[in-house]
């Protein structure tokens, strides 16, 4: 299978610090892969060097055979990366719908008179956008609740709506960022159910940032380890969990004690 | 009667001009303060074309010359301003534009062709209070169908959350630019049918007080809807006549319980009159 993402020797400085050093990784096209690692280690800064909100210090960001540097952030979205944030970035005061709309952005057909003339293109646009807009809503369960502001959800409905509003961008690859903090166990499984969904159902690459070490073993194909923003190891949940190097950095305390 | 039709034009510009001030301010998100700048630009640019260029055609395609020309000037003057100012945020963009409405009154005080301080006289009668409201009705649903089309939802977003929305692929900087420089070109034609009901242009007519007043109109009928911004620029132009008539002690200190009257509203409904929402607004979404 071809590669979607490759980073080559990524580094990011800030002043004196290096948030994110030297890191190396491909990304297939089909990968369920999960970044974990301590507080601090790095994980969304990757993230932001990702999407082109930080362009990084040195090395490249490859996706899909093109090479990211100098790419504005809004271009990346283009392109198919999509993602969600850590803490929840809705647009609070429109309807979930819209919200969803909104992410079509990119993909509208009709142009700017079409839309103040409110020409047959727009309509028939429109009227295809909130069709695609109800069913991600739909799998989603929130289809019953499309004339809400966004605010006025709950917490978890709140996360999966940013997940559906990353999806209607059209990605092909997915960046999720601690879906599920803050939620409950139940919450928890559901998401998990439907990370596997999305990833069938709309044949991307998923990569999350993840705390929660019950669901990452779960449902990763693949790790990758990050501490003081180095690479200290990547492979299956199970080689991860056997790790020296993980047990120290990181995942030791939680192992034991399980024991 | 003479003065009841007065009152009648300002307010139908005004509800030009509160809402293309609120395609910036309540749209986009963008505070600025110069708008009477770009309103002054827009009178004086027409007003230039009538008085020295004016081709020899029937009143109404003349008019339209000068309003295509306050409009492209005014646009201008919004893309000269909105490059530089709209890398800032907020505040800061607010001081930014503030400074620059004044300097391009300024400029038009200074300027002798224009009349300078004395002020622009003999500009021909060309508009009356059916181009006025024409007009605004031209804006109004200019503004909704914007609102409601992909390009209205990517300004809106921008107010939201900027992070999220360039995330989403909405270009801010192209989107912010766009409506800044549509917001000042509206305002420029609000400016030509000024200059051609008037027949008289003042620099003071444009002058920070105004750019505060028009943010005033767009804050009270709520930021972000078009319905608000009509009644805002109605409301504002014609209460403070209307306390001209309530008699004794109150006709003197209008300009006082005025803004009271404002400080109540505000207290009562910080959102202002409609919010961002439009009268009937589930309505026109459902039909969307």
């Known amino acids: ?259 | 009667m003479d003065y009841y039709l007065q009152i009648l034009l300002i307010a139908g510009i005004f509800i030009t001009l509160t809402l293309s001030l609120n395609l910036i301010n309540g749209f986009c998100g963008q505070f600025s303060l110069g708008h009477a700048g770009f309103w002054g630009v827009g009178a004086y640019a027409s007003a230039v074309y009538s008085v020295y260029y004016a081709l020899p055609l029937p009143a109404a395609i003349n008019m339209m010359i000068a309003i295509i020309v306050g409009f492209i000037a005014a646009a201008l003057s919004g893309i000269l301003i909105g490059v530089p100012c709209l890398r800032l945020k907020g505040d800061y963009l607010a001081i930014a534009t503030l400074g620059f409405g004044e300097i391009l009154r300024i400029i038009i005080t200074n300027t002798e062709k224009i009349g300078g301080p004395r002020g622009f006289i003999n500009i021909p009668h060309w508009a009356n209070i059916i181009w006025v409201y024409a007009i605004a009705a031209v804006a109004v649903v200019f503004m909704i169908n914007l609102k409601r089309s992909s390009f209205g939802r990517a300004i809106i977003s921008i107010r939201e959350d900027e992070i999220a929305s360039e995330n989403m692929g909405v270009n801010l900087f192209k989107y912010k630019l766009f409506s800044f420089t549509i917001g000042a070109g509206i305002a420029g034609i609000a400016g030509a049918l000024f200059a051609h009901t008037q027949q008289f242009l003042h620099p003071s007519n444009f002058n920070f007080m105004w750019s505060v007043i028009i943010l005033v109109m767009v804050i009270l009928g709520g930021q972000g809807s078009v319905t608000g911004s009509v009644v805002g620029a109605i409301v504002l132009t014609i209460v403070p006549e209307l306390l001209r008539f309530a008699g004794g002690n109150i006709a003197a200190w209008r300009m006082t319980i005025f803004p009271v009257l404002l400080i109540l509203l505000m207290l009562a409904r910080p959102q202002g009159i409609f919010g961002p929402h439009e009268l009937g607004g589930s309505k026109l979404r459902s039909k969307a």
């Open chain 1, 1 to 259: 299978m071809s590669s979607i993402l490759k980073l080559q020797n990524v580094t990011m400085k800030f002043g004196g610090l290096t948030a994110v050093n030297d890191v190396s990784f491909d990304i297939l096209a089909h990968d369920l892969v999960a970044i974990i690692g301590p507080n601090g280690a790095g994980k969304t800064t990757l993230f932001n060097t990702i999407t082109g909100i930080y362009s990084p210090t040195s090395g490249s960001v490859i996706f899909n055979q093109k090479d990211l540097k100098n790419i504005k952030s809004s271009d990346v979205t283009e392109l198919g990366i999509a993602r969600t944030f850590q803490n929840i970035r809705l647009f609070k005061d429109l309807t979930v719908i819209d919200n969803i709309k909104l992410a079509k952005h990119t993909r509208i057909q009709y142009g700017f008179w079409d839309g103040i003339f409110r020409t047959k293109k727009f309509h028939l646009e429109e009227k295809k956008i909130e069709d695609e807009c109800l069913l991600l809503l739909k799998l989603f369960k929130l289809d019953d609740k499309k004339d809400f502001l966004a605010k006025n959800l709950a917490y978890g409905q709140q996360r999966k709506l940013e997940m559906a509003r990353a999806l209607a961008t059209g990605p092909k690859l997915l960046l999720l960022d601690e879906p599920a903090a803050g939620m409950n166990p139940t919450e928890t499984r559901e998401l998990s159910e439907l990370i596997h969904l999305i990833r069938d159902q709309f044949n991307m690459a998923i990569i999350l940032i993840e705390h929660d070490m019950k669901l990452v073993m779960e449902i990763a194909e693949k790790i990758f380890v990050l501490d003081y923003g180095n690479l200290i190891a990547s492979g299956n949940p199970k080689e991860i969990q056997n790790n020296k190097r993980v047990i120290e950095a990181y995942l030791g305390a939680e192992i034991e004690a399980s024991l």
